[in-house]
């Protein structure tokens, strides 16, 4: 069966429904299990509580009878069952994204050391000798790692070793220069897992499959397990998700057994991924499927219902890119019918604005929080919540919001409390691998003294003492004098600072501790600077986490030091990875529990969740680009010529080495396809933001950081609807 669901229309709770009443049934026997299968951890959280409570009030024990598991977790049962099937020991390791991160990132610089001149090859035209070197050492390098990331996801999605790819090459007449690039780094990174004895969550599900193929006896055990698959979010399965589900329903003694359960234009995660809406909508479509729809949603008003199902027609029959058509399909959303005992909010057709007028990026973000001021007090009770495209855009917001002292919880990839607890303790870490730098030191000061920075007057004189601290030659002169010696003496008297020696000592005595406490373990000498550096249990509770996370990286790299360490932080207060704190985006966001907060989220992160009142902001054609010339594409870098996205041509030259393409590979013809394949997915996170609004939408968009952008064209025609239907009203 296959279910094409709207936004709101509850899919989730049919679902858990469903696995309910298939546990009462007489259909599972006492050694069966529903298997239920759906996307992130959060909604396996979700899945469990609420097929629990069903199973109660049919009462019937919870936690029997049913598993609730992501792919990952379904393809780890299915290893563990036989590891040896699949070439690993039984006590193989899975190393999680950030240890996956470094292994390929030490593989991709030893290829880059081995091949200085690749960029020749693709670097644009007109670039001067300073911009080149630069281009060279900052900005390669990180598009290379970008590249293999990609590279070495799809060669495991077509389930070819570092071998196959090499063999494929070796048979290849053109040259492939991207895919032998992608093939060393592979190549690298593989042998580095195998040498560790471990595995990465995309060959866990490669060797899933495999093992799945081998073993019919294991294939037949666990189809006699899991007699029903139930899979949630079917709108982002992968063709090895696709593949190993159906060889678990597929059996001769049943007509099918395999619900699957989506909405295609909620697809936003297909870019550089292995997943696709078409792997549903193709099984919508076959013979042998039972397809419902569940079109009838309470969520939103009906103006709100309006204008995202005017987006569906808009993109089917006049989007100028005809090749982008197929983004959004039907059906349309419909409000639920009378008596249903979740009824449309009371239809506001003025508290939908879609606003026009050409705005720089900081007064939009000015006219969104403006907004916000005048709005919040007249709905202390209300739901609300600013989506932007890109995590960036959302900690600016974040930033004017804390200034103007606005209540708001962020939903964004790291959190802004974990981004400042991780860049405090990473700068004091950082000055006490480099104990001699003046400089550090003088960071580390303002790191002690950063609740100054609140007040003008205390901040002017927080950054005249570390100005002094900068200019001290010798910090041992400070830090640990010698009788007769002492910095801070010489510099009361060559330059007077007022509340210098208050201010100076208790530091002083503060980081000779910190340097005595060196000698500890990592883990245990974040939490003596924590002791020190917060005083908001929130921020000692992050420091914790961090702290039990490089505890763990230093058990695992026994020959890192402080440096090594010190880059681990670093990269998290960059936000260049995820890291996990203590709030809300670490387990299932409840909007309901944050009345009267403003939440600043990405539209990805808002999927699944709805508010009184949205702000989607930024809906220029950079952020939503239709694949029109004058378009700009965040995938095409400026210093590639002529326009290439690099990652694309490489999956296509891997695609034509190894999947062997009857069209072989011609450069450029990837870098169009993945112009309309971005913004068909924007044009579904477009339809994602709008139905996130239950009663109030308001839509904005800016002209960039050099004044070039234009409104999105989706959102030109939005708005030109929207108007006439208010004309016309």
Not at 513 to 524: F, I, K, M, S, Y
Not at 563 to 586: K, Q, Y
Not at 643 to 660: C, F, I, M, T, Y
Request: glycine share 6%; charged share 30%; proline share 5%.
């Amino acid at each position: 069966m296959g279910v094409s669901a709207v936004p709101g229309s509850g899919k989730t709770v049919t679902l858990s429904a469903l696995a309910a009443k298939l546990i009462a049934s007489d259909r599972i026997k006492d050694d069966q299990e529903v298997l239920v299968v759906t996307l992130v951890n959060s909604a396996v959280d979700n899945f469990a509580r609420q097929v629990g409570a069903f199973v109660k009030e049919r009462g019937l024990l919870p936690h029997v009878g049913y598993r609730v598991r992501t792919l990952h977790g379904l393809a780890h049962d299915i290893v563990r069952e036989r590891p040896a099937l699949v070439g690993l020991s039984d006590r193989f390791q899975i190393v999680d994204e950030r240890e996956a991160n470094r292994i390929r990132q030490h593989a991709a610089d030893a290829w880059l050391a081995s091949h200085p001149d690749a960029i020749d090859t693709y670097i644009a035209a007109g670039l001067d000798d300073r911009r080149t070197d630069w281009v060279r050492r900052d900005k390669w390098p990180e598009l290379v790692g970008d590249i293999a990331y990609s590279f070495i996801k799809q060669a495991k999605d077509y389930q070819v070793t570092p071998a196959d790819v090499r063999a494929q090459l070796d048979r290849q007449s053109q040259p492939l220069p991207l895919a032998e690039m992608g093939w060393a780094i592979y190549a690298d990174y593989q042998r580095a897992l195998t040498y560790r004895g471990a595995v990465d969550f995309d060959d866990l599900i490669r060797l899933a499959l495999e093992a799945l193929r081998l073993d019919e006896e294991l294939l037949a055990r666990l189809r006699h397990l899991w007699p029903y698959i139930l899979e949630d979010e079917a709108q982002d399965s992968s063709r090895l998700q696709q593949e190993i589900l159906d060889l678990l329903a597929r059996r001769a003694d049943s007509p099918g057994n395999w619900v699957r359960v989506g909405d295609p234009n909620q697809a936003i995660y297909e870019t550089f991924t292995t997943a696709s809406p078409e792997y549903l909508r193709d099984f919508l479509a076959e013979e042998s499927v039972v397809r419902h729809d569940l079109p009838n949603s309470g969520r939103s008003t009906p103006s709100i219902i309006d204008l995202a199902n005017y987006l569906i027609d808009w993109n089917r029959q006049d989007h100028p890119v005809r090749e982008v058509r197929d983004a959004l399909t039907e059906p349309h959303i419909e409000p639920t019918p009378q008596g249903d005992p979740q009824s449309n909010p009371q239809d506001r057709p003025d508290k939908v604005h879609v606003y026009g007028k050409k705005l720089t990026p900081q007064d939009e973000i000015g006219t969104v929080v403006n907004s916000l001021e005048r709005w919040l007090p007249q709905h202390p009770d209300a739901t609300v919540a600013v989506l932007v495209p890109r995590n960036q855009r959302g900690f600016q917001i974040v930033a004017e919001l804390k200034a103007r002292e606005i209540e708001h919880v962020e939903l964004l990839r790291s959190t802004r409390a974990t981004r400042e607890t991780a860049g405090a303790l990473g700068n004091v870490i950082q000055y006490l691998a480099d104990p001699v730098s003046s400089r550090k030191l003088a960071r580390v000061y303002r790191v002690w003294r950063r609740d100054d920075r609140e007040k003008p007057e205390l901040q002017d004189r927080m950054e005249t003492v570390a100005k002094a601290l900068k200019r001290c030659e010798h910090p041992e002169e400070f830090l640990w004098p010698r009788l007769g010696g002492d910095w801070l003496d010489a510099i009361e008297i060559a330059e007077p600072v007022v509340g210098l020696r208050e201010h100076l000592t208790p530091f002083r005595d503060h980081v000779r501790r910190w340097q005595r406490a060196t000698v500890l373990p990592v883990d245990q000498l974040i939490l003596t600077l924590a002791q020190d550096l917060f005083k908001e249990p929130a921020d000692l509770a992050i420091a914790h986490k961090l702290a039990v996370m490089l505890g763990r990286v230093g058990e695992r790299h026994p020959d890192w030091r402080l440096p090594e360490l010190t880059d681990e932080l670093a990269v998290i207060a960059r936000n260049e990875r995820r890291f996990l704190g203590l709030s809300d985006d670490d387990m299932r966001f409840d909007p309901e529990r944050h009345r009267g907060k403003v939440i600043v989220a990405t539209i990805h992160k808002a999927k699944g969740l709805e508010w009184d009142r949205v702000y989607l902001m930024s809906l220029n054609n950079y952020n939503f680009p239709s694949g029109l010339p004058h378009d700009a594409f965040i995938g095409e870098k400026w210093f590639v010529r002529d326009s290439l996205n690099l990652e694309a041509e490489a999956l296509a030259q891997l695609k034509a080495a190894v999947a062997r393409s009857e069209a072989g590979y011609t450069e450029g013809a990837a870098t169009q396809e993945a112009r309309r394949d971005y913004a068909s997915e924007r044009m579904r996170l477009l339809y994602v933001g709008i139905t996130r609004a239950k009663k109030e939408l308001v839509m904005t968009w800016n002209s960039g950081r050099r004044g070039n952008q234009r409104p999105a064209v989706p959102f030109t025609a939005l708005r030109t609807y929207w108007e006439e239907e208010r004309g016309r009203s």
